[in-house]
């Protein structure tokens, strides 16, 4: 079919990338799926499935080539491969704290600067951020998880107001917790970060149940997120912001405006625990 848009959705071989990809599809949409696990992007007429590691500079640069060399054109990149590097602030290794925002920033970030000529050739074009109501709000363990999602949020913004003079957008959607992999990731994670010696192990038994992926804080379903992601790539008047439900923007709005109010709900919750 001629004239078919093009969707670029990196982390698209599981949770929200992985539905996000079939829901484009089935609109009709040519999809470049990109993942390190290439095997699991869906298969599919429209569905390219193309291995990229945002983590290497070689591996998103092919991705890219691929990408403007079958297609000469691209309508949207959703930035969505990400992970949770959660643990102690103080525990952390470095080396990890580079690679989170490694995946989460400067993947999108370096993807983004491949792609944005082609739009900007076009005239046209949309980039979707996928950050997280963790962008704006914090909970114990996340140091480094909320630090790249609020960068990705203020790179956004700053993109935005750049490229919108040559008919491209840059907004961003902030899941709330979504059943996926991404929260058995994050308690993986927070243990592997632990030092032996480490004076935060009350705090990790907690999270690691709270972050759980069938934990109730994981209310939303990917295919809600596919949908939201769909919203964000095709709205005539795009959004600076997307969010899955009232709940998640409020809880924003509130973190927001009344940091005081936000970080004792924080702390009641954890001496309930
Ligand atoms: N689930 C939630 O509760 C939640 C809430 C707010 C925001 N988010 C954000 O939503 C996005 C999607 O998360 P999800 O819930 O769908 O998690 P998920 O099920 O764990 O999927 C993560 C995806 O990211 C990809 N990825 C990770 N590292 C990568 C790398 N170096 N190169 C290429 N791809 C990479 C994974 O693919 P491979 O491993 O195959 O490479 C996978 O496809 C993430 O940015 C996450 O931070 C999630």
Redesign the pocket.
């Known amino acids: 079919m001629k004239n078919q848009k093009v969707v670029i959705i990196?982390?698209?071989?599981?949770?929200?990338?992985?539905?996000a990809a079939q829901v484009f599809a089935d609109h009709g949409w040519i999809v470049y799926g990109?993942?390190?696990?290439?095997e699991?992007?869906p298969n599919g007429e429209n569905i390219h499935a193309v291995s990229?590691?945002?983590?290497?500079d070689e591996?998103i640069k092919s991705f890219a080539d691929t990408v403007i060399k079958e297609q000469h054109h691209v309508d949207v990149l959703i930035?969505?491969?990400?992970?949770?590097e959660n643990g102690p602030a103080e525990d952390t290794p470095t080396d990890h704290i580079r690679k989170q925002f490694?995946?989460?920033f400067f993947?999108a970030v370096t993807l983004s600067q491949l792609i944005l000529p082609t739009m900007r050739k076009q005239g046209s074009g949309r980039i979707v951020n996928?950050?997280?109501?963790?962008g704006d709000i914090y909970s114990p363990l996340g140091a480094y998880?909320h630090a790249t999602?609020a960068a990705l949020q203020q790179w956004s913004d700053t993109l935005d107001i750049e490229v919108e003079q040559f008919g491209i957008r840059s907004v961003v959607?902030?899941?709330?917790?979504?059943?996926?992999?991404?929260?058995?990731?994050a308690v993986q994670n927070i243990y592997n970060n632990l030092k032996p010696d480490t004076a935060y192990k009350p705090l990790v038994d907690y999270m690691a149940k709270v972050l759980s992926d069938d934990a109730p804080?994981?209310g939303?379903s990917?295919e809600d997120?596919a949908n939201l992601f769909y919203r964000a790539a095709t709205d005539e008047k795009p959004k600076r912001r997307y969010f899955n439900n009232f709940h998640d923007h409020l809880t924003v709005i509130m973190a927001r405006s009344l940091p005081g109010l936000f970080r004792r709900q924080v702390l009641a919750g954890l001496k309930g625990k």
């Open positions: 990196t982390g698209a071989s599981n949770g929200m990338g992985k539905a990109g993942a390190r696990r290439v699991k992007i990229l590691d945002v983590i290497d591996s930035n969505n491969a990400g992970y949770g490694d995946t989460n993947g996928i950050s997280s109501i963790g998880y999602k959607v902030q899941p709330g917790g979504t059943k996926s992999s991404w929260g058995s990731v804080g994981m939303a990917v997120l």
